[in-house]
């Protein structure tokens, strides 16, 4: 069974959304853009165990608070979903409820196209809908999922029940809270999920609770509680008749089994010694690696299942995220991940991952992240975490046309702030992500790539001719561009000659010279001139990425700098602070 589309209406803080999924799939986004609204949606439709929160949704759930308007109308919260993929139990057991999908077109067949259901493009399909509202009669909200097909007679649809839901095994993990109950016994909690799947009533509860009754405490009398006990009877006595009130003792507690259910935790080792504490005292990464062995083990028990899991990357090292990600898509029949990690970013081909926006109408929309046919997609997985997965999850990206260039201006904004922080930002402190095009020729199509993506685009290049001059200025939204031919004789001619030559002192003092460039070495007697020349030709020694930006990391004062590079960050900060002031 696999998520196909989702449509929201009127759901918290989004007015209204049309999201595709192909297959496994990552949803990325800004803050606040929706993508957890997205996941509580899905579980509105699927999870069984949400039907348990009385009531199901509250005010809060409704877009902009609005349950009720004066002129008497109930907005509805309203969730539509459709899945394919049905294994042969869900065909027969939802068999006079399905549909048929086109995946090419996109579209539900209509009455009159039964010949088109032999077509591959074509599958059986169940839609589903949640709806929610307040009632004015009973002044209180409800809400509950139906089939959406076959309307009544009277035009109602037929309840999609707690049993249905669980014939199509979704599980929604929520970041941090998964793990926190996972080995509880909570109802929900993936300990009480696989008992469910496994068909076991725990027999523990009754024999847990008569113990309890029959445990009396401090009956030591040297405690003295038992002595303020009596003295509580001596004083019954008084006023009702000797048999009321008798023999008072104290027990553990009056729990009953649900109660129970929010007290029982798994208690694990701390360590090599025999101390068991509650599984929560875990680290965080433990908890949550141990959270991906309880969803293999319900993956394995039931063979058909759809996760939606938060942030996965949480606590856990880049290794265990794609281990985990690997692991879940393999024992599932879709998994749905939110993240902000490179490394669960690159486990997934372009046009499985999906980047959603939302405009201040709370209407959010989604696209595919698709590539520009100049990468190859045999270049896709060595490139994608260094080039495009930080881009990708930032607002802002600053565009240079190579790693020289980069790393120079990362440097430079860095040391500047620690500066002047009043004048200049480090580029991650604005949330501007770098972005290597590779050459001056790659920005225009990568500008127009990142600002199809709603992004704001910033470069930075050394003189071009005119015509692509132009043709960066079209597709940019801020460009900055050098004097210079090359970024390394903009360093070389607007940097304070004297860190030039304590940048210099500093490579040979410390042995970083490099041996085939002793020729080049100049005398403490040397003119400015001299170090200059010697550092232009360590920098095309080393190709520029690394000692470019040592160089600008030894300036001590904000004048030091390449006046060039100086200007161009400090108005990048008034740019991206401007805008943000401004929304």
């Given at each position: 069974?696999?998520i196909?589309?989702?449509?929201?209406?009127?759901?918290?803080?989004?007015?209204q959304?049309?999201?595709?999924?192909?297959?496994?799939?990552?949803?990325?986004?800004?803050?606040?853009a929706?993508?957890?609204?997205?996941f509580?949606?899905?579980d509105?439709?699927?999870?069984?165990?949400?039907?348990?929160r009385?009531?199901?949704?509250?005010?809060h759930d409704?877009?902009?608070g609005?349950y009720y308007?004066p002129?008497?109308?109930?907005?509805?919260?309203?969730?539509?979903?459709l899945?394919?993929?049905l294994?042969?139990?869900?065909?027969?057991?939802?068999?006079?409820?399905l549909?048929?999908?086109?995946?090419?077109?996109k579209?539900?067949?209509?009455q009159?196209?039964?010949?088109?259901?032999a077509?591959t493009?074509?599958e059986?399909?169940?839609?589903?809908?949640?709806?929610?509202?307040y009632?004015?009669?009973?002044?209180?909200f409800?809400?509950?999922t139906?089939f959406?097909?076959?309307?009544?007679e009277?035009?109602?649809l037929q309840k999609?029940?707690?049993?249905?839901?669980r014939?199509c095994?979704?599980?929604?993990?929520?970041?941090?809270?998964?793990?926190?109950?996972a080995?509880?016994?909570?109802r929900g909690?993936?300990?009480?999920?696989?008992l469910r799947?496994?068909?076991?009533?725990?027999?523990?509860w009754?024999?847990v609770l008569?113990r309890?009754?029959?445990?009396e405490?401090a009956?030591?009398?040297?405690?003295?509680?038992?002595?303020?006990?009596?003295g509580?009877?001596?004083?019954l006595?008084?006023?009702?008749?000797a048999?009321?009130?008798?023999e008072p003792?104290?027990?553990?507690?009056?729990?009953?089994?649900?109660h129970?259910?929010?007290?029982?935790?798994?208690?694990m080792?701390?360590g090599?010694?025999?101390?068991?504490a509650?599984?929560?005292?875990?680290g965080?990464?433990?908890?949550?690696t141990m959270v991906?062995?309880?969803?293999?083990m319900?993956?394995?028990a039931?063979?058909?299942?759809?996760?939606?899991?938060?942030?996965?990357?949480i606590?856990?090292?880049?290794y265990?995220?794609?281990?985990?990600?690997?692991?879940i898509?393999?024992?599932?029949?879709?998994?749905?991940?939110?993240?902000?990690?490179?490394?669960?970013l690159?486990?997934?081909?372009?046009?499985?991952?999906?980047?959603?926006?939302?405009?201040?109408s709370?209407?959010?929309?989604?696209?595919p992240?698709t590539?520009p046919?100049?990468i190859?997609?045999?270049?896709y997985?060595?490139?994608?975490?260094?080039r495009?997965?930080e881009?990708?999850?930032?607002?802002?990206?600053?565009?240079?046309?190579g790693?020289?260039?980069?790393?120079?201006?990362?440097?430079?904004?860095?040391?500047l702030?620690?500066?002047d922080?009043?004048?200049?930002?480090?580029?991650?402190?604005?949330?501007?992500?770098?972005?290597?095009?590779?050459?001056e020729n790659?920005?225009?199509s990568?500008?127009?790539?990142f600002g199809?993506?709603g992004k704001v685009?910033?470069a930075?290049?050394?003189?071009?001719e005119t015509?692509n001059?132009?043709k960066?200025?079209a597709?940019?939204?801020?460009l900055?561009v050098?004097?210079y031919?090359?970024i390394e004789?903009?360093?070389?001619?607007e940097?304070?000659p004297?860190?030039?030559?304590?940048?210099y002192?500093?490579?040979?003092?410390?042995?970083?010279?490099?041996?085939?460039?002793?020729r080049?070495?100049?005398?403490?007697?040397a003119?400015d001139?001299?170090?200059?020349?010697?550092?232009?030709?360590?920098l095309?020694?080393v190709?520029?990425?690394i000692g470019?930006?040592g160089l600008?990391?030894?300036?001590?004062?904000?004048?030091?700098?390449p006046i060039?590079i100086?200007?161009?960050?400090s108005?990048?900060?008034r740019?991206i602070e401007?805008?943000?002031?401004?929304?």
């Open positions: 069974m696999r196909v589309y989702v449509d929201i209406k009127n759901f918290r803080g989004i007015s959304a049309h999201i595709y999924f192909q297959g496994h799939t990552v949803v990325i986004g800004d803050n606040n929706g993508k957890s609204t997205i509580e949606a899905i509105l439709v699927l999870g069984p165990d949400r039907l348990n009385i009531p199901v949704i509250d005010e409704f877009f902009d609005k308007l002129e008497g109308i109930s907005p509805q919260i309203e969730i539509e979903l899945v394919t993929g294994t042969s139990d869900q065909l027969t057991k939802f068999k006079f409820h549909e048929f999908w086109n995946h090419d077109s579209q539900l067949l209509v009159g196209e039964i010949q088109a259901t077509q493009n074509v059986e399909a169940l839609r589903v809908k949640f709806i929610g509202k009632s004015i009669e009973d002044d209180d409800e809400g509950d139906f959406c097909s076959p309307q009544r009277d035009a109602t999609f029940g707690k049993g249905d839901k014939e095994g979704f599980l929604y993990l929520r970041a941090l809270r998964t793990g926190n109950r080995l509880s016994m909570e909690s993936l300990l009480d999920i696989i799947i496994l068909e076991l009533r725990p027999k523990m009754e024999h008569e309890l009754r029959t445990t405490v009956t030591d009398p040297t405690l003295g509680i038992k002595g303020i006990l009596e509580i009877q001596e004083s006595k008084k006023f009702v008749p048999d009321w009130g008798s003792i104290l027990r553990v507690s009056d729990l009953t089994r649900e129970l259910r929010k007290t029982l935790t798994v208690f080792s701390t090599e010694n025999t101390y068991h509650p599984f929560q005292h875990q965080t990464g433990t908890i949550n991906l062995a309880l969803l293999s319900i993956a394995d039931k063979q058909a299942v759809i996760f939606a899991m938060e942030e996965p990357e606590a856990i090292p880049p265990t995220q794609k281990r985990i990600i690997d692991s898509r393999g024992k599932s029949s879709q998994a749905i991940f939110s993240s902000h990690s490179p490394f669960v690159e486990e997934f081909s372009p046009e499985q991952i999906i980047l959603i926006r939302r405009n201040s709370g209407i959010l929309s989604s696209q992240v590539f046919s100049s190859r997609p045999k270049n997985i060595q490139e994608f975490r260094m495009f997965s881009a990708l999850l930032a607002k802002k990206v600053l565009i240079c046309e790693a020289t260039e980069a790393a120079v201006y990362s440097t430079a904004a860095r040391r702030n620690e500066l922080p009043d004048l200049y930002s480090s580029l991650e402190g604005l949330g501007v992500a770098l972005f290597d095009a590779g050459s790659s920005i225009p990568f500008a127009t790539y199809n993506l685009v910033l930075v290049c050394d003189r071009q015509d001059l132009k960066i200025q597709t940019v939204t801020h900055f050098s004097t031919k090359g004789e903009q360093i070389m001619t940097t304070n004297a860190i030039v030559k304590l940048y002192e500093d490579l040979v003092t410390n042995g970083q010279w490099p041996s085939h460039l002793d080049n070495k100049v005398s403490a007697t003119s001139n001299d170090y200059k020349t010697a550092i232009s030709n360590y095309k020694g190709k520029g990425v470019a930006a600008l990391a030894m300036c001590k004062q904000v004048s030091d700098f060039s100086s200007t161009a960050l108005e990048i900060k740019i401007s805008a943000t002031e401004s929304v």
